[in-house]
Structures are given as C-alpha cells and as structure tokens.
C-alpha cells in the first residue's frame, strides 16, 4: 500500500478505536445510571450539556460540511471518474482521493458527535424518569 492509504487508514482506525471507546464509555454510564442519585444524575447531565454546548458550533460546521460534501459526491459522475482513470489524469484522482478522505473524516468526527449527544439525551431520559417516579411515589428498583 501507499504511504498516502497506510496513514489514512490508521487515522480512520484510530479514530474508529475513540469511537468504540466512547460506546464502552456510555455503555456503562447506561447501565449504571438506576443506580445514581438524581444529584449524581444531574451533575452528570449538566456536565454532558456544557459539554454539548461548548461544541456546539463545531459540530454543526461538521453537520453542514458533511451535507456539502455528501451533495458534491453525489454529483460525482462514475464515467466521468472512469475517464480520468483511463487518461492518467492525477492531479483530478488526487483531488478526488483527498475529499473522500475529508468526508470519511468528517462523518467519522460526527459519529463521535452523535455518541456524545446520546449520553446527553440519556442522562436527560433517566433524569426525567427519576423525576415521574419521584412525583409519583415510585420506589427506585
């Protein structure tokens, strides 16, 4: 392989390797969450929403340059890519090799994202299901 593939499928597997860290990571905030106070739950939610907060911005640049990237992938022609192909055309390949590479990245980046925002969503579904049963009477299990 390539000096330019070998380094961009470490990135992508190192990047994958955060990601499953980061399911492992909710995973167990998931299952453990029953057993916390609502202040612990709380802490944790507000934690996870400062968070959240704090990337805000840089994940809807992400959101909306993924959009632009799917859109320009899409208009991509195959015959059109076939045709550089067969003429040796590098320089347009490269170009084309470097934007899918970005978009790899980019949707890699949001996936990270979206594992943040499910922790949040999470925290905030048990904070709430504390709180009904609380009204309610409801002993925790």
């Known amino acids: 392989m390539s000096v330019a593939i070998d380094n961009f499928t470490k990135k992508l597997h190192d990047n994958l390797e955060a990601i499953e860290d980061r399911a492992k990571s909710l995973r167990k905030s ?6 916390k106070t609502q202040a612990e739950i709380q802490e944790k939610l507000d934690k996870a929403k400062a968070n959240l907060d704090g990337k805000k911005q840089e994940f809807d640049a992400y959101r909306a340059k993924l959009k632009t990237q799917f859109e320009a992938k899409e208009s991509e022609v195959k015959s059109q890519v076939d045709e550089w192909k067969a003429s040796r055309e590098v320089k347009k390949l490269n170009h084309r090799a470097d934007h899918a590479e970005d978009y790899a990245d980019t949707a890699i980046f949001l996936a990270m994202a979206m594992m943040e925002e499910a922790e949040e969503a999470t925290l905030a579904a ?3 299901r504390q709180d009904a049963e609380t009204a309610a009477g409801t002993p925790k299990k």
């Open 30 to 35: 998931i299952r453990s969450a029953p057993e």
């Open 126 to 128: 048990v904070a709430a």
